[in-house]
């Protein structure tokens, strides 16, 4: 009989390792989530060197970069003027501005609003090479009529998004 009750304990105790381990790895993959999500974006030195030869190439025929992002998320204003700096470095005007009312909360990540998504401007397309130079990744998404209604197109900088769910 204790052979049975042994073998039994030890299979419990198996199983407790096993989740056990389960659990470890789920700690140390939000950990791992929350260490992401508290690094800040930015164009760090590599990535904007990368960037900087192809806007240089399409500055002049860009010409002018409008960016903006969320009032009151100093993490997404402080990439944003990291992307300013590359345009006016490569020889495009561009400024950071950020007006009222301004970003909705939900606005994530890179966006390149346009004015409608069956005209796109040609700039667009160029922009889009330079940030792919760099492997940044963005979307293209239309403009409400009233937010920058003189610009064709606005580069976006939304709020961070959470980083990728591994389930």
């Not at 049975?4 to 950990?31: H, M, P, Y």
């Not at 470095?89 to 561009?94: M, R, V």
């Not at 792919?132 to 610009?151: C, M, N, Q, T, W």
Request: contains cysteine.
């Amino acid at each position: 009989m204790g052979g049975i009750c042994g073998w039994g304990a030890f299979k419990v105790n198996d199983r407790i390792s096993d989740v056990q381990a389960t659990a470890l790895k789920q700690a140390q993959e939000t950990a791992a989530e929350a260490k992401e999500l508290a690094k800040p974006r930015g164009l760090y030195s590599e990535t904007a060197a990368k960037m900087l030869p192809a806007a240089r190439q399409f500055c002049p025929q860009i010409k002018r970069v409008p960016v903006t992002a969320a009032n009151g998320d100093q993490e997404a204003q402080a990439y944003a003027s990291d992307f300013v700096k590359l345009f006016k470095d490569a020889g495009c005007e561009s400024d950071l501005q950020l007006p009222i009312p301004g970003l909705r909360p939900d606005v994530q990540g890179l966006i390149i609003g346009v004015r409608t998504l069956t005209s796109i401007p040609t700039e667009v397309g160029l922009i889009d090479k330079v940030l792919h130079a760099g492997g940044i990744k963005y979307k293209v998404r239309p403009l409400a009529p009233d937010f920058f209604p003189s610009e064709p197109f606005v580069f976006i900088v939304g709020a961070k998004p959470p980083p990728a769910s591994s389930q």
